[in-house]
């Protein structure tokens, strides 16, 4: 940030940062891959009480590029913006046709409808576990995360709409990161491997991170090759008693090979993984290349140009070496925030604000605090969403949010049971009239969340 430090100090955690926390490379990060007034400003939202006023001591002036953008068409919009955005330190900014809520709710939103946006089925950009259907939309589901979907890599117009789409999520995800944004998607790890540049290291137990049902059949084959490695170990053996042996193999249920009738094919697809490979079928003989060919074209060789297409658009926005400093285990928590658990009571207690009206002993603070300790994952999602604008929370949790998340006496002009609460995404605000019941409170906060969700209006 200012250079004041030894030239060894930078490139030490990226060489050894199995010698520093998360949290200190998180911070590191945040000091030294970015702009110095994005580097203040990590200062300031951590450490508030060094801001005095609107630039504070430490002059922290980020320029902002606000744009407009039509909720019917939020990802062609965003391309455009994340393209003309990509190499500017501008903070981008969002705000909505016909809505008068700007700042950072709309913003954070802006994410979470572009991650959205990214896993419609009709994009073809991952594999498929399943889907589901929501606003008349169909939407891939990946219970391990998503990772591209293996296809041709001869030229083709699939591909070449494919790598425009990757090469636009690289800018999302690294335009997020600079800015201070979550995205609302779950990558799987060897995604994460290919942006850490360790992808191909991969084998088959990678596989397993990205589709169960292959892998499992995958195992199954694998035995052959295990069973056959065996014999061949084996220096008592003539050769001819070794392919006597190796003909014999079977698995647990009495099959060989030959009756999985399976051929040099990638599964589920049409792609031959060599040379005429709907003519060649999977024998004992050539089991380890089935394998090897299966493993290398799903991880691999199959996504190799989307992938390629997804680091280059994250370069335009920032080097991809600044992602050294973390594992590919913890790059959801850098870029999606942090997992999904039950809120304690001691958590909310210790990072809930209560001001204006309310202190932490007020009924309806305690009664807020239990019914979000009673909320389901589902449920958590939509308040966050309500509340900040992203359904996720940063890293850290709730002590992580800057602004903090705070609860304000609502004035009402009558029974406080009679009206809904509201809230100010752009600083975390939460206006909560003081119910009479937990109940109560329950029912006008999920009232509130359902018929406020897609839009920011005056409250």
């Not at 709907?278 to 691999?300: F, M, P, Q, S």
Request: charged share 25%; proline share 5%.
């Amino acid at each position: 940030m200012t250079s004041e430090y030894p030239k060894w100090f930078v490139p030490l955690p990226y060489y050894t940062p199995f010698l520093f926390p998360f949290h200190i490379r998180l911070e590191l990060l945040h000091a030294t891959a970015f702009d110095r007034d994005r580097a203040l400003q990590r200062i300031v939202d951590t450490h508030p009480e060094l801001s005095t006023g609107s630039e504070g001591r430490t002059g922290v002036r980020l320029d902002k590029d606000k744009r407009c953008v039509d909720r019917d068409s939020v990802f062609a919009q965003g391309r455009g913006i994340m393209t003309e955005l990509a190499s500017s330190t501008s903070l981008l900014e969002v705000y909505y046709v016909g809505e008068v809520g700007t700042g950072l709710g709309p913003t954070l939103e802006f994410y979470t409808l572009l991650s959205h946006a990214f896993h419609e089925s009709s994009r073809g950009m991952w594999r498929e576990n399943g889907t589901y259907t929501a606003n008349d939309r169909t939407y891939v589901t990946a219970p391990n995360g998503f990772y591209p979907r293996a296809v041709s890599q001869t030229d083709s117009v699939e591909l070449s709409k494919l790598c425009d789409d990757f090469t636009y999520l690289g800018r999302v995800v690294g335009k997020a990161l600079i800015d201070n944004r979550i995205l609302d998607i779950s990558f799987s790890e060897p995604f994460y491997r290919w942006l850490l540049g360790t992808h191909e290291k991969m084998g088959l137990a990678a596989i397993r991170d990205i589709d169960d049902v292959l892998h499992s059949s995958l195992k199954q084959v694998e035995i052959f090759a295990l069973k056959k490695e065996a014999v061949l170990k084996q220096e008592d053996l003539t050769p001819e008693r070794k392919d006597s042996l190796i003909k014999q193999i079977t698995d647990e249920n009495g099959a060989t090979l030959d009756d999985l009738c399976l051929d040099f094919v990638l599964p589920g697809t049409d792609i031959e993984l060599t040379a005429g490979g709907h003519n060649v079928a999977l024998t004992i003989d050539n089991v380890e290349e089935y394998l090897c060919a299966v493993v290398n074209y799903t991880l691999r060789e199959g996504v190799r140009k989307q992938m390629e297409a997804l680091r280059y658009g994250f370069s335009s926005v920032m080097p991809l070496s600044h992602l050294q400093l973390f594992y590919a285990n913890e790059m959801s928590q850098l870029l999606c925030g942090t997992g999904s658990g039950k809120w304690t009571e001691e958590e909310l207690c210790t990072t809930l604000q209560p001001d204006h009206g309310y202190t932490a002993t007020s009924t309806a603070v305690k009664h807020l605090i239990q019914v979000m300790t009673e909320f389901e994952h589902e449920d958590q999602r939509a308040f966050l969403k309500f509340v900040t604008g992203c359904p996720r929370l940063p890293v850290g949790g709730f002590k992580s949010l800057h602004p903090r998340l705070t609860v304000v006496k609502k004035s009402v002009d009558g029974p406080p049971d009679s009206y809904l609460p509201s809230v100010m995404t752009c600083v975390n605000y939460l206006k909560l009239p003081d119910y009479s019941s937990p109940h109560s409170l329950r029912t006008k906060l999920l009232l509130a969340i359902r018929e406020g969700q897609n839009s920011f209006h005056l409250s």
